[in-house]
T-cell receptor, first 108, second 114 residues
């Protein structure tokens, strides 16, 4: 079993749609959780951290369920510029583990 | 935050040669890492670059193939030795910085081995 597993995608959605990505992790001792965004031929960049109580940043909402070892990212009112690969990242101490990523394409 | 630069940004190398990639961070950081990313794949951690001691390699990666230096808290190098076409990939330098710690990435080095 992979340490971090994500929806394989790709997700192709129209502008304005709401889309949700899921991620599960196997290490119950994991301490920190993140969503990164990676544009084509670019390096990954931090989108948002995921807090235990869930957190929102504009159109983006992240949720964490420690009991189920599950993380989610919800994007509302999708924009063309949201097209990218979204990476789920789980950290235990200083050991960061990346999911394989979910590709999102937002179409006009 | 941290701004990370890498040199070279890309290179095309012949089989059997070696390439050293440089990584510079604009601030002192405790943790630096080297990743590899194959086209369409996620990141694979090669090693953690430790300042003042030998790097810590992940399973499947060895020092003879990927020697790493970390002479100070802002700089590291990764050498890809005796290259073969299977080494063609993007190599990314990364660092943990900030409070709370966040992981930042350099722009990557796109390596093609012919």
């Amino acid at each position: 079993r992979k340490e971090v597993e994500q929806d394989p995608g790709p997700f192709n959605v129209p502008e304005g749609a709401t889309v949700a990505f899921n991620c599960t992790y196997s290490n119950s001792a994991s301490q920190s959780f993140f969503w990164y965004r990676q544009d084509c031929r670019k390096e990954p960049k931090l989108l948002m951290s995921v807090y235990s109580s869930g957190n929102e940043d504009g159109r983006f909402t992240a949720q964490l369920n420690r009991a189920s070892q599950y993380i989610s990212l919800l994007i509302r009112d999708s924009k063309l510029s949201d097209s990218a690969t979204y990476l789920c990242v789980v950290r235990s101490n200083n050991d960061m583990r990346f999911g394989a990523g979910t590709r999102l394409t937002v179409k006009p | 935050s941290a701004v990370i630069s890498q040199k070279p940004s890309r290179d095309i190398c012949q089989r059997g040669t070696s390439l050293t990639i440089q990584c510079q961070v604009d601030s002192q950081v405790t943790m630096m890492f080297w990743y590899r990313q194959q086209p369409g794949q996620s990141l694979t951690l090669i090693a953690t670059a430790n300042q003042g001691s030998e790097a810590t390699y992940e399973s499947g990666f060895v020092i003879d193939k990927f020697p790493i230096s970390r002479p100070n808290l802002t700089f590291s190098t990764l050498t890809v030795s005796n290259m073969s076409p299977e080494d063609s990939s993007i190599y990314l330098c990364s660092a943990l910085a900030g409070g709370p710690l966040e992981q930042y990435f350099g722009p990557g080095t796109r390596l093609t081995v012919t």
